[in-house]
């Protein structure tokens, strides 16, 4: 038995932030991170709408990205405090899923981080409060998704947490939120939602429910990405919207290496303030994985079925995935982003000298290998990696070379 869960609504369109007036409760904690939502006058904005709706309404304020597990214990308290009923929480990835452990934590006061990092073994939540997600990034979908992301900096760690306990009950995918993003957050964010799609339809938990999904994601974000990327609002519009389908499928059919990898390379240089934005990381292993993963039979029939359907051309199923490799570095041109982590310089451009040194990579390599390959997205990854294979694709990532085994 397979299962397949949503948000019970989900309010979309511009104007869709309004749809806070109907909500009904007592008390209402609205969360956000450092400044964006306010700056863009969409806190007021939510604030005034569920004051309408009768509610007291109370702000946690400065979730940082990437969020710690001290935030979450922060905010945990402010929840035990002030007993909100409605738990909203809105801006990119990082404040969301923030929310979503917090709200665990509220709920279940003596759980601690490593019970919640149980894959699928968080208890049943609502008996305190219901959880809605507004999202103002277009990538990370965690107003849809079963999954929240926290960092342990301790051990320079990113743990998922994975559960259809934490999907929202509400989501709201209001475009007007997403206008305000600079260029960068478009561009990484764009190319987290492609490696969900693309995952999603190659993991070995792919359904007849979540494929409709992962391809009209790749089709919207193919057409849509750089011409968002490149300031056409109606585009980005249209790519908030095929973010959240991409993360319809992957919620439900799940991710791959590409995520095991991002999620144990992101903090690992911190110390050398180099932070492998996620989105980034996403966009430059992507093609790397493709090429391993298509030597599954499987794998690579279902990404000759994607190159297919991006239209791309190609007779055998070798040159679609060559294809389909070939496009994905190419949009990664298109939004400077690099291809490897060598070249991951300042501001996540592309530089001659990247942020991480090539000693420092490869004396870390093999933990970082050992941590992705138990990370919660390699189960269902099309091919499963040994250590020494991990650690070849991720040099491979490191230096750009050629995946050839
Ligand atoms: N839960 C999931 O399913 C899931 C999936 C993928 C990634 N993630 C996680 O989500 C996090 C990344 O989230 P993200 O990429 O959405 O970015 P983010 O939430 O970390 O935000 C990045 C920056 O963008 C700013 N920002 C956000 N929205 C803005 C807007 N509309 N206008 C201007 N500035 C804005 C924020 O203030 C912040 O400084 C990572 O921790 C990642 O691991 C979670
Ligand atoms: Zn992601």
Redesign the pocket.
Known sequence: MARFTLPRDLYHGKGALEALKSFEGRKAMICV?????KR?GFLDRAKQYLEEAGMEVQLFEGIE???SVETVMKGAEAMAAFEPDWIIAM???????AA?AMWIKYEYPDITFEDMCKVFGIPKLRKKAQFCAI???S????EV?A???I?DYQKGV?YPIADFEITPDVAIVDPD??????QK?VA??GM?AMT?AVEAYVSTANCDFTDPLALHAIKMIQSDLVASYNGDMTRRASMHNAQCLA?MA??NALLGIV?SM??KT?AAFADHGAHI???AANAMYLPKVIAYNAKDETAKKRYGEIADFMKLGGGTPEEKVELLIAYLRKMNDDLNIPHCIKNYGADSYPAEQGFVPEEVFLQRLPEIAANALLDACTGSNPRQPDQEEMEKLLKCCYYDTEVDF
């Open positions: 991170g450092g400044g964006s939502m863009f990205p990437d969020p801006g990119g990835g990082s404040p969301i899923d979503k999202s103002s990034t990538g990370t979908a965690t998704t999954f929240s992301i960092t990113k939120l997403a206008e305000t993003m600079p957050l990484h964010t987290d969900h993360g992957f919620s995520h991002a999620h992101g934005i996620h989105g």
